[in-house]
């Protein structure tokens, strides 16, 4: 039951960002074969469909938070919003490196090594993003480095 709950609210999710998606965001140029406007329309229509793939096919199995695993999805929440707060002022290297640290220490890993993947995931993706890709990332606090 509580997997068509999560489908049923996700579902209402996805739908308010595919209005959008279909209504709002419009590109005064394209740029790419695609466009900026069909990347949102279609995770707007995976988003419903694996949301009505969840309605309609449930687990078998009942799902339950234990509160350990609770704890860490409050805090994973927290943790994107975090990011979502942090992306333009600090940038993408400092958002992503403690978003990512952050997530590795809930899976378990140990402080150093955390520490670590967030700084190599934040320089690596903004290399790859802004270099390689051309895309506008934001180089927040460390813009004299980037």
Avoid: H
């Avoid at 993408?92 to 590795?104: D, E, N, P, Q």
């Avoid at 903004?126 to 813009?143: E, H, I, M, S």
């Amino acid at each position: 039951m509580a997997d068509r709950i999560f489908a049923s609210l996700a579902l209402l999710v996805a739908l308010g960002y595919g209005w959008i998606a279909f209504t709002s965001i419009k590109a005064p140029f394209q740029y790419d074969p695609l466009g900026p406007e069909s990347w949102p329309r279609i995770l707007a229509l995976v988003g419903v469909l694996c949301c009505l793939y969840i309605l309609f096919r449930p687990d078998t199995e009942p799902f339950e938070l234990q509160g350990s695993a609770a704890f860490k999805v409050v805090v994973m929440l927290v943790a994107l919003v975090g990011y979502a707060a942090l992306f333009e002022p600090a940038g993408f290297v400092l958002a992503t490196a403690l978003f990512c640290a952050v997530a590795a220490l809930l899976l378990g890993a140990e402080l150093l090594k955390a520490i670590l993947f967030g700084v190599a995931t934040g320089i690596i993706g903004y290399l790859v993003g802004a270099k390689l890709l051309a895309l506008n990332l934001p180089a927040g606090l460390l813009k004299f480095m980037f």
